[in-house]
């Protein structure tokens, strides 16, 4: 009889142990996740100074903005990249309304192909400054 006590208090502890034990390390890795370094996968670059929406014309629309922004005028390359950026745009299905792409390219370039980007077009000096502050 004393051996089953010992076993059913045993398991107990166990219990109690497993069903603790992610809490306290979920809470240890809150409060130390500095200590730790973790692999990410952001690979975009945040705009520093933020460019205010009201500027462009698009304050209205709540909505997250990739915003491509070639170096040269469109070439194949360019072309490739914003078909790319279309299909992950795709990628989010039912959340691909809540996504919009951008294009902030210079006056003078001229581009065949937008596939759904909404198009910026900057004078030199604008994209200029655009381009060296990314």
């Not at 809490?23 to 460019?51: A, S």
């Not at 790319?84 to 902030?104: G, I, M």
């Not at 210079?106 to 004078?123: G, P």
Request: hydrophobic fraction near 40%; include cysteine; glycine fraction near 2%.
């Amino acid at each position: 009889m004393q051996t089953k006590n010992k076993s059913t208090s045993r398991q107990l502890y166990l219990l109690f142990i497993i069903s603790i034990l992610p809490v306290l390390m979920g809470t240890f890795l809150y409060y130390f996740r500095d200590h730790f370094q973790f692999k990410t996968l952001n690979h975009g670059t945040l705009v520093n100074p933020p460019i205010h929406m009201q500027e462009l014309g698009l304050a209205e629309e709540k909505k997250w903005r990739i915003v491509y922004l070639p170096t040269v005028c469109c070439d194949k390359q360019c072309d490739d990249t914003m078909y790319t950026l279309h299909q992950l745009r795709k990628l989010f299905n039912k959340d691909s309304k809540r996504v919009s792409l951008v294009l902030a390219a210079n006056q003078t370039c001229t581009i065949h192909e937008t596939h759904d980007f909404l198009k910026l077009l900057f004078t030199n000096q604008q994209y200029f400054f655009l381009s060296h502050n990314l």
